[in-house]
C-alpha cells in the first residue's frame, strides 16, 4: 500500500475531529472499532453519498477493525522510508499495507493505465485472499447506490463488500490491469483503472460498518470507493 507533502493546517473541525473522536461502536452495536482521525482527516464515519478512502480503515487493531496476514506494514516505513513526511509513515505501526501514487518515474502516470489517480493518493496494497479492512459509513438517506471502485489488479481478482454482520454484495469481480506491453514488471501493480458500477447497493440511513474483504487472488491496490445515488425507480 504510495510522495507529496500534505501541509499540516489544523481547522476548527480537524481540532475537534481529533479532540472528540467517534465513540467506539457509534451506532453500530458490539462494534469496538472506531472511525479513523489524523492530522489530515478530521475523522468521524466517512460520508455517503461521497468518496470512502480504504486507507482510512477504522482504529482498533488486528481481528477488530483490519485482518491482515502479517503484522508488518509493507508500505508505510518500509517501501517508503520514515523520512519526516505525512505519507511515507502513515500508520506505518498498524499491519495493513499502505502506499500512495507518486508521479516521478512515471510510476503511477505510466502510458498503460486506463485512468490516472490523483498524485499521492493513499492506497491499501498488498492484498491476500481472506484479509479484510472495516469503515465506519454514515449514510445521508436510505436509497440505492452504484459502486465505482479506483484500483490496480496484477491478476483477476475479486472482493465483497459486507454492511454491519450481513453481506451486501459479494463475489465482485476485479478485472485484471495488466499489459503485456508493459516494458518494467513490477509497473504491472500500478496500471490504475476505474471499476465503474462495480456493484449496486441499497444502503440504510445512519452509521454502519462496511468490511472490504479479499475474496480471491489478491495482488489488487485498492484506494477509494465513491457511492452515487441511483435514480429514483419508477
Not at 502516470?109 to 465506519?136: C, H, I, M, S
Not at 478485472?175 to 476505474?194: K, M
Request: charge should be negative.
Amino acid at each position: 500500500m504510495k510522495n507529496v507533502s500534505l501541509p499540516i493546517v489544523m481547522t476548527v473541525s480537524a481540532l475537534m475531529g481529533l479532540a472528540m473522536p467517534a465513540r467506539a461502536g457509534e451506532g453500530v452495536p458490539g462494534y469496538t472499532g472506531t472511525p479513523f482521525h489524523d492530522s489530515g482527516y478530521a475523522g468521524g464515519p466517512q460520508k455517503i453519498p461521497g468518496r470512502v478512502e480504504c486507507a482510512y480503515y477504522d482504529f482498533g487493531g488486528e481481528g477488530v477493525a483490519y485482518h491482515d496476514t502479517d503484522a508488518v506494514n509493507h508500505g508505510s516505513g518500509q517501501l517508503n522510508p520514515v523520512n519526516g513526511t505525512y505519507l511515507n509513515a502513515f500508520r506505518m505501526n498498524e499491519g495493513v499495507d499502505i502506499s500512495y501514487t507518486k508521479y516521478h518515474d512515471h510510476i503511477d502516470d505510466n502510458p498503460f493505465e486506463a485512468v490516472k489517480p490523483p498524485e499521492g493518493q493513499l492506497y491499501v496494497g498488498w492484498t491476500e485472499p481472506g484479509e479484510w479492512f472495516r469503515l465506519t459509513v454514515e449514510v445521508e438517506r436510505a436509497g440505492t447506490y452504484a459502486v465505482d471502485l479506483l484500483y490496480t489488479a496484477n491478476r483477476d481478482g475479486a472482493i465483497a463488500l459486507d454492511l454491519g454482520p450481513r453481506p451486501l454484495a459479494a463475489n465482485l469481480k476485479i478485472a485484471s490491469t495488466n499489459n503485456p506491453a508493459e516494458t518494467i514488471p513490477w509497473r504491472q501493480w500500478h496500471h490504475w483503472n476505474l471499476a465503474r458500477d462495480l456493484a449496486v447497493v441499497d444502503l440504510p440511513k445512519g452509521v454502519s460498518v462496511l468490511t472490504v474483504r479479499i475474496a480471491a487472488a489478491g495482488n489488487m491496490n485498492l484506494a477509494y470507493f465513491d457511492f452515487r445515488p441511483e435514480p429514483e425507480r419508477r
